[in-house]
Structures are given as structure tokens and as C-alpha cells.
T-cell receptor
Framework: AQTVTQSQPEMSVQEAETVTLSCTYD???????LFWYKQPPSRQMILVIR??????QNATENRFSVNFQKAAKSFSLKISDSQLGDAAMYFC????????????FGKGTLLTVNP | GEEVAQTPKHLVRGEGQKAKLYCAPI?????VFWYQQVLKNEFKFLIS????????ETGMPKERFSAKCLPNSPCSLEIQATKLEDSAVYFC??????????????FGDGTRLSIL
């Protein structure tokens, strides 16, 4: 079974600075997808960024980018120019590229942004 | 609709009572997923549907949990004889197609279930 590990229960960053959240996963599959979701205190689950395993190019969405290292099974999220609104729980998630479409989540990283 | 709609937002039940949660997926989405988020923030997959058919139920505690997605009705998740450990936020998500990541899962706002 696939597992997703987020080794940082909590992180903090100064406003306007850059922070990197770590995520590693374990799988024997070659075809899969990876996601970062943001969950603010309102508990909405907001998709931040996604990466297809077959793409070598790292995904980027405005201030959010990933460092996808397939061989190392690592999928870190970099947030540049951090804003107060970035404060939230961040979840890394894995989805098989096969017939099982469920998401497997890490335990989350609580990000605090200091003014 | 354009959003996954979950009702109610908060549900309080006494231990042993029944709880029923509802989810209206985004129109046109053929896959529905239920997840349980417990107080330590951990997500657990419960069940998924492809239209009205169960697609994957490997996460369901079958003794007390059941779920349905019937045509022209919201999907539902029902818990019989609730226990304190069932207290959690239950999320529903839908996607347009299962395989393609360009169709990610869109989440509802969740139902907080409190068992007293």
C-alpha cells in the first residue's frame, strides 16, 4: 500500500519570505499523481498544485512550486513571497494512476505566517 | 451546481443514535468519494462511487457504515449505532473522471459529526 509522509508537523515563515514543506511517499507504481491541498481554519480543502509522475518538469502555480524528485520519491512544496493568507494546514496526497482513484494523504503540516 | 454541497455542516448525535450525511456532487461529475478526517487531522478514505455504483469500498467499516448514490438524489453516508470514535469531519469529493489528473477531486466543506 502507498504511504505519504510529511515529516514537519509545524512550520513557520516570515511574511514575504520563502518556505518549503516536505513530503515523501512510498510506492511501487510508476504511474501516479501527486497533489498539495491547503486547509485553512474554515476547513475547506483547496487544491494548491498537482504533478503527474510522468512529467519531469516541476509544476508551478504563481507563488507555489514543487520540487518533484521521482527517484527519491520526494515532492516538496515551495511557497514564495509568503502571505498571511497562506497560513493553513497543508496536505500532501498521492493518487494511483491505475484503477484505484482514492487519495492517500499525509498527516499534514501546519504553516504559520508571521507578520 | 459548481460546488460540492454537503449537508448538514454540523450534526450532533448521542452515542447509539443514527447519523446521516448528504453530498451533492458537482453536476457532470461521475465519481464521488467520502473521506473521514479525525481530530488529529488524519484523512481516511471510506468509499467511492462511479455514478450510482460502488467503485471502491475498502475503507468502509461495514458493520455500521453504509453509503448510497442514487440517480437524481444527493449521495448519502449513514452511520448506525454511532460511537464516540465516529466523531470527525466527513468530507465528500467529486471528480469528472477517475483517471485523468486534470480532473482533480473537488471537496465539499465537510460535515462535522459530534457524538456525545
Amino acid at each position: 500500500a502507498q504511504t505519504v509522509t510529511q515529516s514537519q508537523p509545524e512550520m513557520s515563515v516570515q511574511e514575504a519570505e520563502t518556505v518549503t514543506l516536505s513530503c515523501t511517499y512510498d510506492t511501487s507504481e510508476s504511474d501516479y499523481y501527486l497533489f498539495w491541498y491547503k486547509q485553512p481554519p474554515s476547513r475547506q480543502m483547496i487544491l494548491v498544485i498537482r504533478q503527474e509522475a510522468y512529467k519531469q518538469q516541476n509544476a508551478t502555480e504563481n507563488r507555489f512550486s514543487v520540487n518533484f524528485q521521482k527517484a527519491a520519491k520526494s515532492f516538496s512544496l515551495k511557497i514564495s513571497d509568503s502571505q498571511l493568507g497562506d497560513a493553513a494546514m497543508y496536505f500532501c496526497a498521492y493518487r494511483s494512476g491505475g484503477s484505484n482513484y482514492k487519495l492517500t494523504f499525509g498527516k499534514g503540516t501546519l504553516l504559520t505566517v508571521n507578520p | 451546481g459548481e460546488e460540492v454541497a454537503q449537508t448538514p455542516k454540523h450534526l450532533v448525535r448521542g452515542e447509539g443514535q443514527k447519523a446521516k450525511l448528504y453530498c451533492a456532487p458537482i453536476k457532470g461529475h461521475s465519481y464521488v468519494f467520502w473521506y473521514q478526517q479525525v481530530l488529529k487531522n488524519e484523512f481516511k478514505f471510506l468509499i467511492s462511487f462511479q455514478n450510482e455504483n460502488v467503485f471502491d469500498e475498502t475503507g468502509m467499516p461495514k458493520e455500521r457504515f453504509s453509503a448510497k448514490c442514487l440517480p437524481n438524489s444527493p449521495c448519502s453516508l449513514e452511520i448506525q449505532a454511532t460511537k464516540l470514535e465516529d466523531s470527525a469531519v466527513y468530507f465528500c469529493a467529486s471528480s469528472q473522471a477517475g483517471r485523468d489528473s486534470n480532473q482533480p477531486q473537488h471537496f465539499g466543506d465537510g460535515t462535522r459529526l459530534s457524538i456525545l
